[in-house]
């Protein structure tokens, strides 16, 4: 890839589902869905990057409790699960083998400014793309 950074990679935070940590398992679960994501990014109400939560998380801690019901599931904040695998973001000027570091093993990589407010993502399918169009020229 011939740029050094990763803003021509970015998909825009404005183009990207995210949850909040004012949102509930439910919500959570129910934006997931409707968006057909396994993994979505967990933003503050600034915007601040906060980690990620994956369906493993929801569904772990679903199956841990008992017998759960979907009125259980508004009680409890999305930001108050642990959460297994936190998707390590990088900032807005990172070099682009940082990125492909992070990104061999995660669907998505975050892409925060200097303040960890979240600016977009970058997707591995994206950066495939991007490998497969240089390798052909």
């Known amino acids: 890839m ?12 404005n183009s990207v589902a995210c949850l ?14 409707a968006h057909g994501y396994s993994a979505i990014p967990l933003i503050s109400q600034e915007g601040v990057y906060l980690g990620t939560v994956s369906e ?13 019901s979907m009125e259980d599931l508004e009680d409890i904040k999305v930001i108050d699960l642990p959460r297994k695998n936190n998707t390590p973001a990088v900032k807005v000027d990172a070099d682009i083998n940082d990125l492909v570091e992070k990104i061999i093993n995660n669907n998505f990589v975050p ?11 970058v997707t591995r399918k994206r950066v495939m793309q991007e490998l497969l169009k240089t390798s052909n020229k």
């Open 2 to 13: 011939e740029k050094s950074n990763v803003l021509f990679l970015l998909t825009p935070k």
């Open 20 to 33: 909040n940590d004012t949102m509930n398992v439910r919500q959570a679960l129910e934006k997931m869905r």
């Open 111 to 121: 892409v925060i400014d200097d303040r960890n407010v979240l600016m977009g993502i």
């Open 56 to 68: 493993g998380d929801l569904l772990w801690h679903i199956v841990k409790g008992e017998k759960i």
